[in-house]
């Protein structure tokens, strides 16, 4: 049995929770290539990390729901009777309590438990901290019962819009769920379709965390999805059947753009090209062509830096201090944006190099260490044990 598997079970038996018991895991994720395309309907490329979150699940006979974090070291209590009327506290047990609200919404009863989490993935780092909290979690809850997959995806994006608040795209639930070890997968945000993209055998994938993340964060978000859709109702207008910028090709961008306040076509800009930068990269990884998969994810980051306006300085920082290195294909920031990880395509026997130059270099500007992940792409969400 895995060994935290086995470290949570324990943990549930020092509770006093002698019940049988199962334990699920989720993971993070890191995506490649296509930054604030999902809600917009377009394409993204992530791989699911096998950095994760477990969850460990055991009944109780009084209804009480009690939820334990191990990293945060803090415990929450509710009746499970009161799930449905409870509100968001801004708090990681939102996301919990938000899956768990949304399976009894599906028609699953859920009674007392104890729930035991632990996750490596880092929280604030844009490596989807909270997907693989719902996910994980909305498993235990299910303990087993049957649902199908797109609908857990589904159900744990819902735990975060309409619980935790954040107004996020699809994204990061499904690679969490479908993550492939491996490969990278292209997933259509529209008909939620996927495809299965082998990377080359000779890149490195390093995230690097700048440790920093700009409060402006959530409002922020809001916002650009506010900006697409002010974007989307002018072309709307103009052309007809407009429904998303999914729906705009960069010729009708070009024709049509001056007809767009200057924000949400700067955002229309960003969305609008980097869905085709996505589809170029696969292209790209295809043909093994590392200098065009390195090109595409720089003019990505520029694309965000510029147009879509999520970057900060330390990304900035890190993202060109890569760019210069030898044997670093290319750089870009990944996630939400405002701070969190620059994910970079390096020649395998540039790793070692790479870390102690960027770690140098950015401890030496802003006297913070970063912190390194490799990145090798694994599956996705599965149940790890039942006890
Ligand atoms: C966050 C959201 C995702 C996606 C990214 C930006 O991670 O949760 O849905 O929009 O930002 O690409």
Redesign the pocket.
Same mark, same amino acid.
């Given at each position: 049995m895995a060994r935290v598997a086995e470290r949570l079970l324990e943990e549930l038996r020092t509770m006093g929770n002698t019940a049988p018991a199962r334990v699920f895991q989720a993971p993070g994720r890191v995506?490649l290539i296509?930054?604030?395309?999902? /809600?917009n309907l377009g394409f993204?490329m992530p791989i699911a990390l096998d950095l994760a979150c477990t969850a460990a699940i055991a009944p109780r006979a009084d209804g009480t729901l009690r939820i334990v974090s191990l990293n945060m070291g803090e415990t929450h209590e509710v009746a499970a009777a009161d799930l449905a009327s409870l509100s968001p506290r801004k708090h990681w047990s939102d996301y919990v309590i938000g899956a768990a609200r949304e399976v009894l919404a599906l028609g699953f009863p859920i009674s007392g438990a104890d729930v035991v989490l632990e996750s490596t993935v880092p929280v604030g780092a844009?490596l989807?901290s909270s997907?693989a909290i719902e996910v994980s979690t909305a498993l235990a809850f299910l303990g087993g019962r049957s649902l199908d997959r797109m609908e857990l995806v589904k159900l744990a994006r819902r735990a975060?819009n309409d619980f935790a608040g954040?107004p996020?795209?699809?994204?990061?639930q499904y690679i969490s769920v479908f993550g492939e070890k491996g490969q990278a997968i292209l997933i259509d945000c529209r008909d939620l379709g996927c495809e299965a993209v082998p990377l080359p055998y000779d890149v490195s994938i390093v995230a690097v965390n700048s440790m920093v993340k700009h409060e402006l964060g959530s409002s922020a /978000?809001a916002n650009r999805v506010r900006e697409c859709a002010e974007a989307v109702a002018v072309f709307d207008g103009r052309i007809g059947g407009i429904e998303s910028l999914r729906d705009v090709n960069a010729e009708q961008f070009t024709h049509w753009d001056e007809y767009i306040p200057e924000t949400p076509r700067r955002r229309a800009r960003h969305v609008i090209g980097e869905n085709e930068r996505v589809l170029a990269f696969r292209d790209a990884c295809e043909r093994h062509d590392k200098p065009e998969m390195g090109s595409l994810f720089y003019r990505s980051h520029k694309s965000m830096r510029d147009d879509y306006e999520i970057s900060c300085e330390e990304i900035d920082f890190l993202v060109e201090t890569a760019m210069a290195l030898e044997g670093c294909h290319g750089a870009r920031m990944t996630?939400?944006?405002f701070g969190g990880c620059t994910v970079n395509l390096l020649r395998p026997d540039a790793v070692e190099r790479f870390r102690s130059a960027m770690d140098g270099a950015y401890r030496k500007r802003f006297g913070i260490t970063p912190v390194f992940y490799e990145c090798h792409p694994a599956a996705g969400a599965r149940e790890l044990a039942i006890a």
């Open positions: 995506n296509g930054e604030h395309t999902d /809600y993204v844009g989807s997907a975060e954040m996020c795209g699809i994204m990061d /978000y996630g939400g944006g």
